[in-house]
């Protein structure tokens, strides 16, 4: 990286050229030259954002957002669903914008007749779930959605530190499909019929829709809450 020029003094070279040559910097450069470093770090890789509080509740469902919430998210969705994809910038903006009012829990409705691989992904997000890490396998499942086969599934397992033998035991495990199948059976009840859906409080927000939209509905049910 090159400094502002007056970190370097000029020397002439053999009578040929005139070339700049670093200072020995002073106390005073040094800082000049750190504050230079962040600027530039910043410029280039933007500033982190800080991660979304991730927990499990009492009955050993993982979620992201407030620990003691005012207003739950359900989320239905299909990890082999592209609109569902498509959403979850927008679910993650809604938990940093409300960080300590609402909680987010996922729930699985594979559309099988459609996508195919959805119901494996399903399968392999509760065994996820059960050594502690949905949420990473759900990022990887969403960020490979062209690629849901047991063999995949079994690789992202790996990548992301699943024991897996407990795994491999889990998919096939009747307890398993039980879990999916009752999310399947809740979705029902909820009136969920499409993937995405978002039930939040008595409200049900369909597909992937724009940030403003779950602002509003979330805003309502806040204020009815009173």
Same mark, same amino acid.
């Given at each position: 990286?090159?400094?502002? #020029? &007056?970190?370097?003094?000029?020397?002439?070279?053999?009578?040929?050229?005139?070339?700049?040559?670093?200072?020995?910097?002073?106390?005073?450069?040094? &800082?000049?030259?750190?504050?230079?470093?962040?600027?530039?770090? /910043?410029? /280039?890789?933007?500033? +982190?954002?800080?991660?979304?509080?991730?927990? =499990?509740?009492?009955? *050993?469902?993982? !979620?992201?957002?407030?620990?003691?919430? &005012?207003?739950?998210?359900?989320?239905?969705?299909?990890?082999?669903?592209?609109?569902?994809?498509?959403?979850? *910038?927008?679910?993650?903006?809604?938990?940093?914008?409300?960080?300590?009012?609402?909680?987010?829990?996922?729930?699985?409705?594979?559309?099988?007749?459609?996508?195919?691989?959805? !119901?494996?992904?399903?399968?392999?997000?509760?065994?996820?779930?059960?050594?502690?890490?949905?949420?990473?396998?759900?990022? #990887? =499942?969403?960020?490979?959605?062209?690629?849901?086969?047991?063999?995949?599934? &079994?690789? !992202?397992?790996?990548?992301?530190?699943?024991?897996?033998?407990?795994?491999?035991?889990?998919?096939?495990?009747?307890?398993? +499909?039980?879990?999916?199948?009752?999310?399947?059976?809740?979705? +029902?009840?909820?009136?969920?019929?499409?993937?995405?859906?978002?039930?939040?409080?008595?409200?049900?927000?369909?597909?992937?829709?724009?940030?403003?939209?779950?602002?509003?509905?979330?805003?309502?049910?806040?204020?009815?809450?009173?």
């Amino acid at each position: 990286m090159l400094l502002p #020029r &007056k970190f370097y003094k000029t020397r002439e070279v053999q009578g040929v050229a005139s070339v700049l040559f670093p200072l020995v910097p002073s106390e005073g450069m040094k &800082k000049s030259i750190a504050l230079a470093a962040i600027f530039l770090s /910043l410029m /280039l890789f933007g500033c +982190a954002s800080a991660p979304i509080n991730e927990g =499990m509740t009492a009955d *050993g469902r993982a !979620y992201r957002g407030a620990a003691n919430p &005012k207003l739950i998210i359900y989320e239905y969705s299909d990890f082999q669903c592209p609109f569902c994809s498509r959403a979850q *910038g927008t679910v993650e903006e809604v938990l940093r914008a409300y960080p300590n009012e609402v909680q987010l829990q996922f729930r699985h409705y594979p559309l099988m007749d459609v996508h195919p691989q959805s !119901y494996g992904a399903a399968l392999a997000a509760v065994c996820a779930e059960e050594q502690g890490k949905f949420w990473q396998m759900h990022d #990887r =499942m969403f960020a490979s959605q062209e690629a849901l086969f047991d063999a995949d599934l &079994k690789k !992202y397992a790996s990548e992301i530190g699943l024991d897996g033998d407990k795994f491999d035991i889990c998919l096939s495990s009747a307890a398993t +499909a039980l879990k999916v199948r009752g999310d399947m059976d809740g979705a +029902a009840s909820a009136g969920v019929q499409s993937t995405p859906n978002f039930k939040i409080g008595e409200s049900l927000v369909k597909g992937a829709q724009p940030f403003s939209k779950f602002k509003q509905v979330i805003d309502s049910e806040l204020a009815s809450l009173g």
